[in-house]
Structure formats: C-alpha cells, structure tokens
C-alpha cells in the first residue's frame, strides 16, 4: 500500500471555498504544521485587503485540518463558517 498524503507546495495558491454558504474566501498562503510529526494542522487564507490593497488586510482564516473536505486540482472546499476561522493578524515589524 502506498504512502497516502499531499505536499505543502500543492495547497500554495489554491482557492479555498466554504461550503456552508459558497463564499470564496481566498488563497492559501500559509499552513501550520506540527513538529516533529510533520502533520498538516490548518490552512491560512489572508483575509480581505483593506484600502484598494495598499495597506495588507487586518485579518486572516486559519482553518482547521479537520475542516478541510476535500481537495481539488484548483480549490480546497471547507466546512466552517468564515465567522469562524477569522483571526487577526499578528503585526511584523517593520524591519528586522
């Protein structure tokens, strides 16, 4: 039997679509792994630009594993509400 699983790589820039209510909530850009296992814990969607994309958006979804339903060649379909995966956005320094 083989090795069942999916690369990091082939969720980056997919669309990500709730099927509660058919809203699109973004692309991937981001996942949280656990360590050492190496195990996928959620996906990270940025959130919606704020002033015509000049500024970043204020927060992100983090979706939990366990939400994710399926994955497709193009989009991955989840099962939460976008209420409930919203969180704000940690702030990074503006240099280093």
Not at 39 to 58: D, N, T
Not at 62 to 73: E, H, L, M, Q, T
């Amino acid at each position: 039997m083989g090795c069942m699983g999916i690369r990091v790589t082939e969720l980056h820039c997919k669309e990500v679509i709730c099927v509660c209510d058919g809203s699109r909530l973004g692309y991937v850009s981001d996942v949280e792994v656990t360590f050492p296992q190496g195990q996928i814990c959620a996906i990270v969607v940025p959130g919606k630009c704020r002033f015509f994309g000049l500024f970043g958006s204020q927060e992100e979804y983090v979706i939990s594993w366990k939400n994710v339903c399926r994955v497709g060649d193009d989009i991955i379909l989840v099962d939460c509400r976008p209420c409930d995966c919203r969180c704000p956005r940690q702030k990074q320094p503006w240099f280093s």
